[in-house]
């Protein structure tokens, strides 16, 4: 009588017939194959794979037990800086080891395509290759490997790629399809994978993402229910209805409270399927973080540019007003822009970004641009050879105008934004060089989200998200496991006597050098999580 390893191996051929992956799916599910029991060391199975190309680090251990204990979905929600990939790495390498996996799709944000393709083949022998549009219809790798692709990617081809090839679905930075319920209009992309997840297409699914939430208890009810389907389960929430009637305490489009009697059975309903490692649970040696607040007197022409847009912005409803405010706390260039774009589109009257762009044409340089320098010039003067900076800004027009002065000063710098595809990886290597191509990175948001940068010992918030939570993520880039650094250096520009100055100072806000700031804690703790 064939083992069940023999039968794993014989059905995870390539010469597999649809009855028969069949069977072994439904063998599976009946529990007739073997579990997975990792009680120590002597219980891996896939060692050789990486045994000479790193040592894990106890938590990303567990992670794997934990993982294998829940197959054959589980959402891992580690903090910023721990590793999760790596995590990821040994759970695939365990599943491949055990004749249970040969062929993973891995979808991620663009920008973290050649990173992962870099550290499967690295760190585990995982060999994996890039596939952007239509090439995702015909990646199929050899025996064994791995095709990773972007989210917009999966969204158009997902549901072409044959039904059984591949056996293992693995999505980083998840919550890039928190929005699945509590919206008025449910992204493509969150439909697509759910129907595939129902369908169960993947055998294992594996999510990966620091946030699980941002704002709303519906983030973690869509990334319960995506788990729950992929399990062929119905969601333990119950119906949107029942959801919102027994766990949210506010209004239901708002969702930012949890109802105090629901508290437990929220969290244990989560921690059913995510698993959730905080930094201080890790005890591990991360750099030291200082954050200070770097505040420069805005220029004659700012005070005027800002009481120009006073008077206006008050006939506008909040939503143009917020995002006016912060293209105004970005940058005058990105205020003109978004002005002369508003009164394009007839949001705004064209008198008013006439104004606007009369006083920024002639502008000088700005105060934080003139701050920025003077960091630079301390850098400079105090560590001339070891200093890389990374400065983070939410604009585009920003990004360019901080570019352009930089070099300016005699700078090398490098951009990460979501436009710049492969010259972002090249970025990424000329900063990491020793000595660096660039000292310098200027990054959108598009580099927030999982991008290395740990060679950096300085990051800039040149303007800051009103959302605590990305500015973790900004700041999980350089603050890192494996950094050489003993401390890294956050510096929050902002504009004296403004607005600006009250809002960045609520936001940012790290005692002891925590891994959230204090508000972001606060957030965690009403949503039932910490």
Known sequence: MSTASDFQTKILSRKRTPDQ????????????????????????RSTQRWRDRLTPYHHQVSNLITFCRRLPVTLLADDVGLGKTIS???????????????????????????????ELSSKFDIPAEIAIGKDLIKADPDELGAVITTYNTARLYLEKIPENRFQMLILDEAHKLRNLYGVEKTPQVAKRFRKVLEDRRFRFVLMLTATPIHNRLWDLYSLVDLLTVARGHENPFGSEGMFARKFIADKRDQARHLKADAREEFRSIVYGYMSRVRRGDAKLY?????????????????????????EPIQKLNRLTQISILQALTSSPD?????????????????EFAASVKAIVTNMPPSAKLRGLATLVAQLKKENPERWRMVVFTGRRETQTTIQAFLEDQGLRVGLINGDSGSRNQETINRFRKNPPDVRVVVSTEAGSEGVNLQVANVLVNYDLPWNPMIVEQRIGRIQRLASDHAHVSIFNIMLRGTFEEYIVGRLMKTPNGGACCRRCRGSAARFGYR
């Open 21 to 44: 992956y069949q069977i072994y799916r439904a063998g599976l599910e009946w529990d007739l194959t073997d579990p997975i029991v990792i009680e120590s060391a002597e219980d891996f």
């Open 88 to 118: 990821a790495g040994l759970i695939a390498s365990e599943l491949i080891a055990r004749s249970r996996l040969s062929k993973i799709l891995i979808v991620c944000p663009k920008i973290l395509a050649q990173q992962l393709k870099e």
């Open 286 to 310: 991360f750099p030291e973080r200082v954050v200070q607040m770097h505040r420069v007197d805005p220029t004659p022409s700012e005070l005027r540019l800002i009481k120009t847009i006073a």
């Open 334 to 350: 990105a205020l003109m822009a978004q002005l002369i774009n508003m009164a394009r589109n007839g949001s705004v009257p064209p």
